[in-house]
């Protein structure tokens, strides 16, 4: 699976951003697909993700903010981030969580390169 991260920027706070995520290969194994995100000096967080079920899950901090979507026609999953402020500042990275095949039943984890998000107040 390779993952393609697009729609980085430089905003104002109180701006919005839509960040995409193109993902080839092997699209028929992916369980889950969303993104995360790394400021500067701290862990990778999760911030949304959507299941191959169609379910989504956010971190507290985005919710209400932002919404995960997919386009399954374009094998592309977007982040739409609305409100943005200045802790919304980070590398994001389009995540993929891929499942084994021929009875391998483990779970593999795929990223993309990251697109800077920062925000300006």
């Known amino acids: 699976v390779q993952l393609v991260e697009s729609g980085g920027g430089l905003v104002q706070g109180g701006g919005s951003l839509r960040l995409s995520c193109a993902a080839s290969?092997?699209?028929?194994?992916?369980?889950?697909i969303g993104w995360y995100r790394q400021a500067p000096g701290k862990q990778r967080d999760l911030v949304a993700r959507?299941?191959?079920?169609?379910?989504?899950n956010y971190a507290e901090s985005v919710k209400g903010r932002f919404t995960i979507s997919r386009d399954n026609r374009k094998n592309t999953v977007y982040l739409q981030m609305n409100s943005l402020n200045s802790e919304d500042t980070a590398v994001y990275y389009c995540?993929?969580?891929?499942?084994?095949?021929?009875?391998?039943?483990?779970?593999?984890?795929?990223w993309g390169q990251g697109t800077q998000v920062t925000v300006s107040s």
């Open positions: 995540h993929a969580q891929v499942a084994g095949t021929n009875g391998d039943l483990s779970r593999y984890n795929y």
């Open positions: 290969g092997s699209i028929s194994s992916i369980r889950a």
């Open positions: 959507i299941t191959s079920g169609g379910s989504t």
